[in-house]
């Protein structure tokens, strides 16, 4: 049974400068919601209560984030504010530990900071700077085909084939609509060498032979160890999937992305939605000039 979460938050966040400078990219708010924050609740959400955050060097508001904060909430309390109970809950939703990634050296690195932690048991591997919305969440979804199959499940999700030189990319046989059994991972291919075009999607569950192959993976592409190249030389002894995830990916890691997610869920808010709306509509027609 998958009982724990690994979230991964030391990258720099350079593509957010200067805004990343002194804050973390994973506490970008999507509207009033740090990104970091709907990634924990989807490891609560798939039954997962024990996390551990790998954070660096500037991170200490995600850590602030999820701490307990008195004076605040005594001046909620006293003001009956309805935020209340949210702030409360933000420090009782799971078990949050952290630990520091001391040197940015890629996602594999990051990753084997929790080997003390997982021990031997799988885990699930949430990436910090990405949401998914989904009716199931995605890391149940991949529990569920881990605890079927006892090996490694991987989310990924249909790109365009003009796109698969953006992303690491899996290939194998289908087992069914949404089940893939893989005998290639792939990071970044041409066009022409792409097996498939389905793109790994920031889910993952592992299994503990990960830390194993981590140790015998050199640095690769930036001089980091990757987390890809772990998991191809884990492949030649162990099976693993792929799963394409029921829902939508949201990747907070480019300022484009960013934006269009803001929008997106601002038109799900009921308290704005009608007005944001007329709102777009009326800045479109304005500018329809421009473009």
Known sequence: MVKKAVIPAAGLGTRFLPATKASPKEMLPIIDTPTIQ????EAVDSGIEDILIISGKGKRSIEDHFDRHPELEERLLEKEDKMYDEIMHLSDMANIHFI???????LGDAIYYARHHTGNEPFAVLLGDTIINSVIPVTQQLIDIYEQYQSTVIAVETVPHDKVSRY????????????MNLDQLIEKPSMESAPSNLAIAGRYVLTPEIYTALEKTPPGKNNEVQLTDAMV???????????????KRYDIGNKLDFLKTNVEFALRRKEFAAPFYNFLKEIVESHKDQF
């Open 100 to 106: 520091r990634q001391k040197e940015i050296s890629g």
């Open 233 to 247: 030389n884990l492949l030649k002894s162990e099976s693993m999937y792929a799963h394409t995830i029921e829902g």
């Open 168 to 179: 690491g990319i899996v290939g194998g046989s289908m087992m069914s609509d949404t089940l």
């Open 38 to 41: 709907y990634v924990v609740q």
